[in-house]
């Protein structure tokens, strides 16, 4: 690739053939005050890729990563019936907000049978969710054994836990949806895809497949879940999500890492084709978990490689709850303590802030952002970092006054 001249624009390149037949290059530098610049039209919306400094801003993730993903108002009240299920996202927003007293039909004792209960962040594939609303809504039952348990055990197709998982959609006002995979284990004379891979004691290698599902085939399977909702609970509104959470292994002749890429790719792209199709209708949306872990924190997994740490999970689920959730009786987590918490434990911070975070020493912190010793090399992080120390050391103090003003009242 050419330089770039001191403008910043790329030089246009021409040929000239010497009278020996040779031909030599000629390099026109063009610049903002030459003729031959030009700009480039933008279009009606332009939203550029935050630089490292602008993502350490208490509101990067809203501003960079959840623009034009979140509501006109919160959503979610403490009557709203929510159902959520899927891959592992559903399981940490259902234990999140039934914790902070929002009604969560699918953790309540009495749906405790359902499968999208027992079963349900072990169902991560698209075909499998489909399954479970074609099967309560619509009546569909398949001609094998298709759905197992953590343990292989067999799982049929009994009517009363059928008619409990109808209860239970019929009466959600608020589906969470989460998928995670797009490699899938399939009966080949069926066709049928199952809820993970094949019991070892009944796999059957002439007729039990492995394969990578389609963005088409998942792109179906989404559109089918979204209007089987709108034919069965026309007032309710729906939420993909795509867990953040890598393949443990992949079945493929490959590395997993590539494999996970494809499968989360795959997937991502069906999620935004049914987005794109339906967004008129104003009932579908989307929640970028995945975006949050991979392109915010990076990699900020336990030791598995896999699990976000608990920080990052923590302000995830704060955020949902600020953007989805009304106000109730019981305070809400702060924005600021969270995001600083996530960003120390991805280590996305010097390290001696992050302790001062991680062990809460405002007195540290304060010594820290008014040092003349920067934060960092580059100016702008290191005013970025300063700025932010300050809005953690204001959270702090309104969070201990409101402590002491409970404390008092009681």
């Known amino acids: 690739m050419a330089d770039r001249n001191e403008a910043g624009t790329k030089p246009a390149r021409s040929t000239r053939t010497h009278r020996s037949g040779a031909e030599h290059l000629n390099f026109q530098y063009t610049t903002k005050d030459t003729r031959e610049f030009r700009t480039w039209f933008r279009g009606e919306h332009t939203n550029y890729n935050p630089t490292v400094a602008r993502m350490l801003d208490v509101k990067a993730a809203e501003r960079f990563v959840l623009k ?13 019936q929510i159902t959520a299920f899927g891959s592992c996202f559903a399981a940490n927003i259902s234990n999140w907000l039934s914790k902070r007293n929002f009604r969560v039909l699918n953790k309540e004792d009495k749906a405790k049978d359902a499968y999208v209960v027992t079963c349900g962040e072990g169902m991560v594939n698209s075909f499998v969710i489909r399954q479970q609303f074609e099967w309560a ?13 953590y343990k292989a055990e067999e799982y049929g197709y009994d009517p009363a836990i059928q008619a409990e998982t109808r209860r239970i959609f019929d009466e959600t006002d608020f589906f969470i949806l989460t998928f995670g995979l797009s490699e899938v284990w399939y009966d080949e004379p069926t066709g049928n895809v199952f809820w993970r891979t094949i019991p070892k004691d009944v796999y059957d290698p002439s007729r039990h497949k492995f394969r990578v599902s389609s963005v088409q085939e998942n792109r179906d399977n989404l559109l089918a879940i979204y ?3 709108r ?22 002749d490959n590395s997993c890492l590539t494999s996970n890429s494809v499968s989360k790719a795959v997937l991502r792209v069906a999620i935004d084709e049914v987005l794109r199709e339906v967004e008129d209708e104003g009932v579908l949306s989307y ?26 999970l923590d302000y995830i689920m704060t955020l949902f709850e600020h953007v ?67 809005e953690i050391l204001e959270a702090w103090k309104a969070e201990d006054e409101a402590a002491a003003e409970s404390a008092a009242a009681e």
């Open 68 to 80: 034009g993903w979140a509501p006109e108002a919160p959503v979610i009240g403490p009557d709203t």
């Open 137 to 149: 809504w619509e009546g569909k039952v398949f001609d094998q054994a298709l759905w197992h348990g």
């Open 227 to 229: 209007r089987l909702i």
């Open 231 to 252: 034919k069965h609970r026309p007032d309710a509104k729906v939420l993909f999500t795509l867990s953040p959470i890598p393949l443990i292994a992949t079945f493929r």
């Open 287 to 312: 929640w970028p978990s995945y975006e949050f872990v991979t392109d915010i924190f990076h990699l900020p997994y336990k030791a598995d490689r896999r699990h976000p740490k608990g920080a990052v």
């Open 324 to 390: 989805w959730c009304v106000e109730t009786e019981m305070p809400r987590p702060s924005l600021v303590l969270a995001w600083a918490q996530a960003l120390a434990e991805a280590q996305l911070v010097p390290p001696i802030m992050q302790r001062s975070v991680l062990q809460r020493r405002p007195r540290r912190l304060r010594k820290l952002i008014k040092e003349e010793e920067p934060l960092d090399a580059d100016a702008q992080i290191d005013k970025a970092l300063r700025k932010l120390g300050g």
